[in-house]
């Protein structure tokens, strides 16, 4: 910044001696904005294309519920985009929404249906150890279910126990093929052990080196599980990453996960790793609790904790993006 000296009146600068002064005002502000930030981000200068975060809501926070009214909580609470879980409690009793062996008829089927809603479908659970015995199986059928249904990625990850890695790179790499051709990826979270890292995951997809393998990165189980803080964490893995599960986690005055913005993660951080890639990134809510405090009875209180998760990770995305 260039600073007059006090003892020069203004009016004693002539025309020229003025507009050199502030010209060099100007190229040092230029050189300060092209320049990394003392927080050692990007200027705007050097940033890529903004990602197209797509905000989804699992269908997981409504277990507990009929999965028609899961969807429909999902889409009242402003979601354009939904991820299946697990299970959801019926007339019956709990049932799967798809089962490992249901026909890739019936995952079309729930794909018509989502968007019936408005909601387009961005990812669903293998519910399979990549090491398991039946692992590679499994994953083969959520492949061609996940195509019928046009959703593009599969969720996998590890026991918490550890993994057996060499398995996992040499059924990736017969899967990551299988995958491509059926216009799905596979993605692997954190979940613990030897795996409980994205750094970790992000080696064994480097290794696999199949573009249909890839990480996806839950925060909330990173620090859950290993005690690890995420930033760095992410940092070392971010160009491996297609996804996002998230889930917040708070370590006081209790050690539990929760929902965006409730917990000790700053997603500011977090997401600004991630906000100029060019892609379409899910951001896939599996947890939107609130600590401290006990699950809602009733659906409707589901619904109000969809709606903030989505809420705080649109200011999040627009303040980083803006």
Request: net charge neutral; charged share 25%; with cysteine.
């Amino acid at each position: 910044m260039v600073t007059l000296n006090p003892r020069i009146r203004l009016h004693s600068l002539d025309r020229r001696a003025w507009l050199r002064i502030a010209a060099a005002g100007v190229v040092a502000g230029a050189v300060r904005t092209a320049g990394a930030k003392e927080d050692g981000s990007k200027s705007p200068a050097d940033r890529g294309r903004p990602t197209r975060f797509q905000i989804a809501c699992m269908t997981l926070p409504y277990a507990r519920f009929p999965l028609q009214r899961a969807l429909g909580g999902i889409q009242g609470a402003g979601y354009r985009y939904v991820a299946w879980g697990t299970t959801h409690q019926e007339a019956g009793g709990e049932a799967p929404i798809l089962a490992a062996d249901a026909p890739p008829g019936r995952a079309k089927e729930l794909g018509r249906r989502c968007r019936d809603m408005g909601l387009e479908p961005l990812m669903m659970f293998s519910e399979v150890y990549p090491e398991a015995t039946d692992g590679e199986d499994v994953l083969k059928a959520r492949i061609l279910q996940a195509e019928a249904g046009g959703v593009p990625q599969v969720l996998t990850f590890g026991h918490t126990r550890g993994g057996n890695r060499r398995l996992w790179v040499e059924r990736f790499r017969r899967l990551g093929p299988i995958a491509r051709d059926h216009g799905v990826t596979i993605v692997v979270k954190q979940h613990g052990g030897e795996t409980g890292t994205g750094a970790a995951c992000a080696e064994i997809v480097r290794e696999v080196a199949d573009p249909g393998v890839r990480v996806n990165y839950d925060a909330g189980n990173v620090m859950d599980y290993l005690d690890v803080d995420p930033i760095p964490d992410l940092r070392a893995c971010a160009g491996e990453v297609r996804s996002f599960c998230i889930k917040d986690h708070r370590n006081f005055p209790k050690d539990q996960d929760c929902g965006p913005g409730f917990g000790e993660i700053d997603h500011y951080k977090l997401l600004s790793l991630v906000a100029f890639t060019g892609r379409d990134l899910p951001l896939c809510c599996e947890n939107i609790s609130a600590p401290l405090i006990r699950p809602p009875s009733d659906p409707e209180g589901v619904d109000a904790l969809a709606r903030r998760a989505r809420e705080f990770l649109e200011v999040v995305i627009q303040g980083l993006q803006a």
